[in-house]
């Protein structure tokens, strides 16, 4: 995708860029002729710092923890002036035993992931939306296990239950913009083997991460909230 009115290079803020899916991704928006801007957390050098490395000025880094509301606001005055063809925001965490049943959880861990799959998130598409041209891309990534009418084998119920409240948060951002002319799309990549979804995961990177991207890219022309997967299925809410 590049803009309708030049031929300048497509950019993407990609929040959670610094390893996983999130570090694929943004390898994979390169190989497509974008341009990258990620964040990562803390000082400690990532991956995402090796391909900012070996990618001739296009990936740049910034530091953001969505948890910190004042983070937030100072990347969004760094980048003031700046549009972005597409935010999308791969943050997120699980609980340390997702074998765990709800009731179960400490409130500390609940409320952790919550914060991070959740309200994080949602800080930052609000926070950073200015950001994005009025016709470009603003997206999250949820999971299938958000689905509420796909969970007949329960499981995993903090993170569900996380993503299914990100599901709903972002149902309600996107009423609210009803009018508007951007494509807004929950992103269920599969379950994947990554740090977070473990060993046992039956996708590998290579497996999601591409059509990932070609699915959101994709999008662009098209307003209104989706919910898809990797295949550019809906998913059902």
């Given at each position: 995708m590049t803009s309708p009115t030049s031929d300048r290079a497509s950019t993407v803020l990609l929040v959670g860029a610094s390893r996983g899916l999130g570090e694929a991704m943004a390898g994979e928006f390169l190989k497509k002729g974008w341009n990258v801007v990620g964040t990562v957390r803390g000082s400690t050098r990532t991956k995402l710092h090796d391909l900012a490395a070996e990618s001739g000025g296009r990936v740049e880094i910034e530091h953001l923890d969505i948890t910190e509301p004042d983070q937030i606001t100072a990347l969004r005055q760094r980048r003031s002036g700046q549009s972005f063809?597409?935010?999308?925001?791969?943050?997120?965490t699980a609980n340390q035993n997702q074998g765990e049943t709800i009731a179960e959880t400490s409130t500390d861990e609940f409320v952790r992931v919550m914060l991070t799959n959740?309200?994080?998130?949602?800080r930052t598409v609000e926070g950073l939306q200015d950001l994005v041209r009025p016709d470009g891309i603003i997206g999250v990534m949820s999971s299938g296990q958000g689905s509420i009418g796909n969970n007949?084998?329960?499981?995993?119920?903090?993170?569900?239950?996380?993503?299914?409240?990100?599901?709903?948060?972002?149902?309600?951002?996107?009423?609210?913009?009803?009018?508007?002319?951007r494509?807004?799309?929950?992103?269920?990549?599969?379950?994947?083997?990554?740090?977070?979804?473990?060993?046992?995961?039956?996708?590998?990177?290579?497996e999601s991460v591409p059509h990932v991207v070609d699915v959101l890219v994709a999008q662009q022309g098209r307003p209104g909230l989706q919910y898809l997967d990797r295949n550019g299925t809906t998913v059902p809410w």
């Open positions: 063809d597409m935010l999308f925001v791969n943050a997120g959740a309200l994080g998130v949602m007949t084998n329960g499981g995993h119920e903090v993170y569900r239950g996380s993503k299914a409240a990100l599901n709903q948060y972002m149902r309600s951002y996107a009423a609210r913009h009803a009018d508007g002319q494509a807004m799309v929950l992103m269920a990549p599969g379950w994947v083997r990554t740090e977070l979804g473990g060993p046992k995961a039956p996708l590998a990177i290579e």
